[in-house]
């Protein structure tokens, strides 16, 4: 494999995010001819052309697009690794969430990161009054609901970027005394259901999905899919869940899936959201590739692509569906 020059690939970043060799001098704080004989050397190197150069506007070959792709990945896997063994300068990361997900999901997995990135500081709010990028307050933002991702993604001032968490799975969930007596979905009719009242997923849903009418709410209520879960596993009754958030209880068995061979229900309930920027900050994209990675998807920045682990894929913005008899699902959610 040929050695090709990192300031020829730094040049040549730089020119493909701006759309001119004068703009990525201003960018790098070198001369255009600088920008320009580097992109040269880059080409001759790799035998192809990058750009097409029409007087001074530019724009990306086939080939040049390739390479984009790649090397910014490139120099945001060399990012995070020059973070990870770096404790000279703290990052400090501000971060809102919806609260379940925050309980469920987040924090028991912050130690992980913050053992493998040295000098990152995670501060983290919950509540379902989500950020809006107004006040500086925040950093970024994982938002639960469909109809708040949307009221962000068309904000304008700040202009915000609304990723999608990947698909989830919501399934019935209950205390493992309690499971003897649901041997089909019709058995549920009989016993308690605990209803999550900001969940975008309910019985209605999964009870249609199975080709059943759903009963009259009449169980106990909770605002958090937190609480939910801590009730069914205290033998309240049974919770419509995300397996996504019940992950400890379900590995730990204080919760169990009465009905593997049922139709769950499928939907894209979790949003990371950020303001836009022209350059994002390093603490943001290394949070953005662990989380990335940590959920098996892939996210894009806008320009700064976070690659999915190995055989990784991404659930689709908003999409609710079905999945058949038998389907586990990658992690379900309904973080309120």
């Known amino acids: 494999m040929q050695h090709l020059p990192l300031n020829g690939l730094r040049a040549f970043e730089a020119a493909a995010r701006t759309g001119s060799f004068r703009a990525a001098a201003e960018l790098i704080g070198v001369t255009p001819s600088a920008i320009s004989h580097a992109i040269r050397a880059l080409e001759s190197a790799l035998r192809t052309s990058l750009f097409v150069r029409d007087g001074r506007r ?11 792709r790649h090397v910014r990945q490139g ?30 999901w987040l924090v028991p997995r912050l130690p992980r990161l913050l053992a493998d990135t040295a000098g990152l500081e995670v501060r983290v709010a919950a509540s379902n009054t989500y950020s809006r990028f107004l006040s500086g307050e925040f950093d970024a933002d994982i938002l639960y609901g469909a109809t708040v991702a949307d009221a962000h993604r068309h904000s304008l001032h700040p202009s915000v970027v609304v990723l999608p968490l990947g698909e989830e799975t919501v399934t019935p969930m209950c205390a493992p005394a309690l499971a003897p007596r649901i041997a089909s979905p019709r058995d549920l009719l009989r016993q308690t259901l605990i209803e999550s009242d900001n969940k975008g997923v309910r019985w209605p849903a999964w009870f249609a999905a199975n ?59 979790h949003y ?14 290394v949070f953005a590739g662990w989380l990335a990675a940590e959920l098996g998807i892939a996210l894009e920045l806008q320009g700064a692509a976070i690659p999915p682990p190995q055989g990784a894929g991404a659930g689709a913005a908003g999409a609710v569906g079905v999945a058949g008899a038998g389907a586990g ?8």
């Open 58 to 68: 530019i724009g990306l070959t086939s080939q040049g697009e390739i390479l984009l």
């Open 75 to 104: 120099f945001d896997e060399l990012s995070r690794g020059v973070a990870a063994v770096s404790s000279q300068n703290r990052m400090l990361l501000r971060l809102h969430s919806a609260p379940s997900f925050a309980a469920q």
């Open 211 to 269: 080709g059943l009418p759903p009963p009259e709410p009449h169980g106990p209520r909770f605002d958090r899919s937190f609480l939910s879960l801590s009730a069914a596993a205290d033998g309240l009754g049974v919770a419509l869940e995300s397996t996504r958030l019940a992950e400890r209880e379900l590995a730990s068995g204080r919760l169990v899936r009465p009905l593997p061979m049922a139709r769950d229900v499928t939907y894209v309930g």
């Open 272 to 285: 990371f959201a950020f303001p836009r920027a022209g350059h994002y900050r390093l603490e943001l994209l």
């Open 329 to 336: 699902g990658a992690g379900g959610g309904t973080a309120s």
